[in-house]
């Protein structure tokens, strides 16, 4: 089992950064896929950015350019960096894991933060 633990959500103004981490335990998750989904209100859940256990990167077209994601030396944080924030990122934030490759999809992934908000105001 793992489990994941998100924090560094709140209220922010449209342009400005924030940054949310997201402790894991358990598990090591030293071969795992880390994913960063978000889930607007009325909306699905939508995938914005992931980092694979050999450092490869992905992002969604919507914060491409101004999302970062990163984990910290020992694996065991990852992080979602967030710059120039707009009204439309405005959104539950949830932290995923999955054993292996890269998946853009929620289904795929098997372990699930509790989530946390993030509200950009113009």
Sequence with gaps: QVQLVESGGGLVQAGASL???CAASGRAISTYTMAW???APGKGREFAAALTWNNNT???GSVKGRFT???DSVKTTVYLQMSSLKRED???YYCAARPGEYSPWSDDYRYWG???QV???S
């Design 69 to 71: 994601i990163s984990r």
């Design 114 to 116: 509790q989530g946390t």
């Design 119 to 121: 509200t950009v105001s």
């Design 90 to 92: 405005t959104a539950v």
């Design 37 to 39: 989904f978000r889930q």
């Design 19 to 21: 940054r949310l981490s």
């Design 58 to 60: 992905y992002y969604s």
